[in-house]
Nanobody, 127 residues
Framework: VQLQASGGGLVQARESLRLSCKASGAIRDETARAWFRQVPGKEREGVSCVNFSDRSTYYADSVKGRFTISRDYAKNTVDLQMNSLEPEDTGVYYC?????????????????????WGQGTLVTVSS
């Protein structure tokens, strides 16, 4: 099973983008899905995650109020709506599935808890 991230691109500050993460099939024991981002030279950081059981969501402080994560159960996708983008949001965005039952989406996602990853999609925000 693979995760496919899409929707990245080049936008100007204050514009919007919508990223989508689609699974090619069912991921065993998947309980949540998350988005991460990475800027060259910096560690990958958790952006947001959504629990499948109750649709609860969590966001990094830097994106609260601007980004919205949501799951489409029928399509098996998790989208990240990004509004009011800032140059600091530039980076490669990755989606990942939480399939380790020892962990849950209870805060800003921790990359070490996620074991199924998609390829990244590049988001570039110009000032």
């Amino acid at each position: 099973v693979q995760l496919q991230a899409s929707g990245g691109g080049l936008v100007q500050a204050r514009e919007s983008l919508r990223l989508s993460c689609k699974a090619s099939g069912a991921i065993r024991d998947e309980t949540a899905r998350a988005w991460f981002r990475q800027v060259p030279g910096k560690e990958r950081e958790g952006v947001s995650c959504v629990n499948f059981s109750d649709r609860s969501t969590y966001y990094a402080d830097s994106v609260k109020g601007r980004f919205t994560i949501s799951r489409d159960y029928a399509k098996n996708t998790v989208d990240l709506q990004m509004n009011s983008l800032e140059p600091e949001d530039t980076g490669v965005y990755y989606c990942a599935a939480l399939s380790d039952l020892r962990y849950a989406c209870v805060g800003v996602p921790n990359e070490y808890e996620y074991h199924v990853w998609g390829q990244g999609t590049l988001v570039t925000v110009s000032s």
